[in-house]
């Protein structure tokens, strides 16, 4: 199942919340949508979920247009909206019950389902309570078992992992893996690391319009450019001699003193060159002990920091 | 129209589960048993074997239970965001809505129901016009649908139940009264209009024993024009300028 969002618009009033954008996610793909709070992520899920219309624009699921197919697109989509939003006064297993009657599970099948997604979803000491008395984390499960109940081709998670203890958040990411295997899973999230250990695509929205899209190794090398080495030399006397060496490196851009360390440096590669090997060969040269070197990434928060406060 | 029934289903179940449906249906008994039996015109003071005193307490009594019933009904899904959940499933608004209308009427049909045994009594200590009785049960649930429907409607243009309440009865008060009394005011077509309007003339011909195919269709009318208001108002959200 594919998603083609085209140029896909949503006015507020005056303001664009989602501003012409497009993109496409392809089967088997996960995409993680991030952006600042008021981005326009939520607005663009809740519009490719038909639940609320668009101005301009159009979305495709499976060649099938939201203007047109409701119903269809509708049965394919598992939706856990923002909030987690659920009945509480009903029992969990009644509650998921209810939710497979109107997905159209067949009802021969809905008594396994529900036991499948009451096991995968960790659900087993909980079941017979009513959803209000659950604390935050068992109930982001009732969300994520309702929204795969119907065994859906996509998923639109809404912020999944809010209100999980660590241990459950490592246990629902490695299951948003395993579910994207064969299903398309869009994402939105702040949490940045979580972006880079589940999807495979990350998309970055700001003020409506995507600013980013690719994968964060290309994101990474996009916002740097050129490989930043910490080289770490034992002595701290031969500062001055080893500063002038690298600087005289074919492959060296630019040495700086390390602030925090005194006896390191930091060494800018030229671009789309690195300098690793003429580092350590400069060192066995000068017999000097390499103690460290690392390259050092930038931090996908820089990136996103870059990329949603430029502009 | 099975994704009604799903919703009915579970609106019928959350309203037994949570008191609401007892304790209607023990204040409508109640209250419909006090004035039938024992306080008032009731029917040993009237000295005939029919059930007007009934059908008279209970048209008021479901002025405000129907109300009270409905208030939340869509309101309490809008606020706590549970009806995206229900929207973005395949189901449309007008399922939604329809699934709210048949809970509610459901719980009122089992109250009226449980009034049967006023009926069986009565036909024991005399003659009993038994078309009135039942014309005056099937005007009950004419009436019953009219208010929910307009229950719907008040609960579904706000988030905050006590003012669906509040403008559920402002507009039942409107039908019940207000057009009664000021048809008495007026003369020629606005008088004729007016007592058109009037919910109290419609319902006391039918409860007479009086089917008349203008009341059925005037109670009818209001249940769908109050349901088709409730769903353009959810739908309200997808309007684009």
């Known amino acids: 199942m594919s998603i083609v969002v085209n140029n896909l618009t949503k006015k507020f009033g005056t303001q664009r919340a989602v501003d012409n954008i497009s993109f496409e996610v392809k089967t088997g793909e996960i995409l993680g949508f991030l952006g600042p709070n008021g981005a326009g992520k939520t607005t663009t899920m809740k519009i490719i979920t038909c639940y609320m219309a668009q101005n301009d624009g159009d979305v495709k699921v499976n060649d099938l247009s939201i203007l047109e197919h409701q119903d269809e697109i509708k049965k394919q989509i598992g939706y856990l909206p923002e909030n ?206 390499l103690t460290e070197m690392t390259p050092l990434e930038t931090k996908l928060e820089d990136i996103f920091r870059d990329l949603t406060t430029t502009n | ?82 009806l995206e959940l229900l929207l973005t499933k395949p189901v449309s608004d007008w399922n939604v809505v329809m699934g709210k209308f048949l809970a509610a009427l459901l719980l009122i049909i089992i109250a009226i129901a449980l009034t049967l045994p006023y009926y069986i009594t009565i036909w024991s200590l005399g003659p009993i016009d038994h078309g009135a009785v039942w014309c005056g049960y099937f005007g009950l649930i004419l009436m019953s649908m009219t208010y929910i429907s307009i229950g719907l409607f008040a609960s579904s243009i706000t988030n905050n139940q006590i003012v669906a309440f509040l403008l559920a009865l402002f507009i039942g008060v409107f039908l019940l009264i207000i057009f009664d009394v000021l048809s008495g005011n007026f003369t020629g077509l606005i008088g004729q209009l007016l007592d058109y309007l009037s919910l109290s003339t419609h319902f006391d011909s039918i409860s007479r024993g009086v089917i008349d195919l203008r009341d059925v269709l005037y109670f009818l009318s209001i249940t769908v024009f109050g349901l088709v208001l409730a769903e353009t108002s959810l739908t309200k959200r997808n309007i684009t300028d």
């Open chain 1, 84 to 289: 987690n939003p659920l009945y509480n006064d009903m029992p969990v297993l009644e509650y998921l019950s209810f939710v497979a009657e109107l997905q159209n599970v067949p009802k021969d099948k809905i008594s396994n389902r529900i036991a499948e997604m009451v096991n995968l979803c960790g659900l087993d000491i909980e079941k017979h309570k009513k959803i209000g008395e659950l604390s935050k984390g068992y109930k982001q499960r009732v969300g994520l078992a309702q929204a795969m109940i119907h065994d859906p081709a996509i998923l639109i998670l809404d912020e999944p992992t809010s209100g999980l203890d660590p241990n459950q958040i490592v246990e629902i990411r490695k299951l948003i893996k395993d579910l994207g295997k064969q299903k398309t899973v869009i994402l939105s999230t702040h949490i940045l690391p979580e972006v880079e250990a589940t999807c495979d695509r990350i998309l970055i929205i700001n003020n409506g319009k995507i600013v980013a899209d690719g994968t964060a190794d290309l994101l990474r090398k996009r916002a740097q450019g050129q490989e930043v080495l910490r080289v770490q030399i034992a002595k701290p006397e031969l500062r001055d001699k080893v500063f002038e060496a690298l600087q005289s490196l074919d492959t060296v851009a630019l040495v700086d003193f390390d602030n925090e360390n005194n006896s390191s440096f930091i060494v800018n590669s030229k671009d789309n060159a690195s300098s690793r090997e003429d580092i350590f060969h400069m060192c066995v040269e000068n017999k000097w002990v």
């Open chain 2, 1 to 82: 129209m099975k994704s009604s029934w799903v919703i009915a289903k579970r609106e019928l179940r959350s309203f037994f589960d949570s008191l609401v449906a007892y304790i209607l249906l023990v204040v409508f008994l109640g209250i419909s048993g006090f004035f039938t039996w024992l306080f008032g015109s009731d029917v040993f003071f009237i000295g005939q074997a029919t059930l007007q005193p009934f059908f008279s307490i209970a048209y008021f009594t479901l002025f405000f239970f129907i109300p009270a019933l409905t208030m939340r009904m869509i309101a309490e899904e809008k606020r706590s965001g549970t």
